[in-house]
């Protein structure tokens, strides 16, 4: 008995562990790790710039394109809003970089974008406060991998996630932010802890775990299969462990 339920917990963990290898969109936590400095990618203005000497200061790093028709632009919107509500000054304090994972994206379309962004923000910001990126596929998903950004083409756009990756002066990852709304004060914290290399833990780990990317939505939703899966082989294991007590026990009586 006890052996065909160990047969079915590891049945059902194959069949899970598959389902979760396939997940080809979503972040991989590298906390710790230290970005791919030794690239150069292609500024607003149309300049080569090298990413170990624009990493310098605490950097809020998000992987978007910015023709994205989902969650792209709701994402650097809120870091916007977040930038006129937070203490911190912006280019002394910290910066923004945001890298277009599109190749075909140019910095024409790059310089629009960041115009467009600036002009939310109601408070002293200089120009060398966030910047727009583009490069070509190779770099910049060598930069993505570095940074655990998961994502895939599918036609003409990008099935991703919604992140704020924290970067500290010498290019290590300080916290991830998931999602596409944020706390002031998370986003403040986030900067502080960069500008001291210390490293932080996710709260929201479930959200990796339990929410798969809706390519129909641009949102994250629940994902059944995963969950019940989980539950099975919980469950399967707590069973098993109650049976072998018991059967322990039986045999204590009888003998």
């Not at 910015?66 to 919107?77: A, D, K, N, R, V």
């Not at 190749?103 to 939310?120: I, Q």
């Not at 919604?162 to 970067?167: D, F, P």
């Amino acid at each position: 008995m006890i052996n065909k339920i160990l047969l079915l917990v590891f049945l059902v963990a194959s069949v899970y562990n598959a389902e979760v290898q396939n997940v080809k969109v979503g972040i991989d936590e590298k906390l710790g790790a230290t970005l791919t400095l030794n690239s150069k990618l292609v500024n607003e203005k149309g300049e080569y710039v090298a990413v170990e000497k624009l990493i310098n200061k605490p950097t809020i790093l998000m992987f978007v394109y910015y023709e994205c028709p989902g969650i792209c632009s709701p994402l650097m919107s809120e870091v916007a809003a977040k930038v006129n509500q937070i203490d911190l000054v912006p280019g002394k304090d910290y910066q923004i970089v945001c890298i277009s994972i599109d190749h075909e994206e140019d910095y024409e379309l790059a310089s629009k974008k960041k115009t467009n962004y600036l002009n939310l923000i109601k408070k002293p910001f200089p120009d060398s406060a966030w910047h727009f990126l583009t490069g070509d596929s190779i770099t910049v998903n060598k930069l993505a991998d570095a940074a655990g950004f998961r994502f895939y083409r599918d036609g003409d756009e990008f099935v991703h996630a919604g992140t704020l990756i924290m970067v500290s002066p010498t290019g290590v990852i300080t916290r991830y932010l998931l999602g596409t709304t944020f706390l002031p004060f998370d986003v403040k914290m986030g900067i502080l802890e960069a500008s001291e290399g210390k490293i932080t833990p996710t709260v929201a780990k479930m959200l990796k775990f339990c929410f798969s990317y809706d390519r129909e939505g641009r949102t994250y939703v629940l994902n059944i299969t995963r969950i019940f899966g989980a539950g099975i082989i919980l469950f399967a294991v707590v069973f098993v462990i109650i049976i072998s007590v018991k059967s322990k026990k039986r045999k204590e009586i009888t003998g």
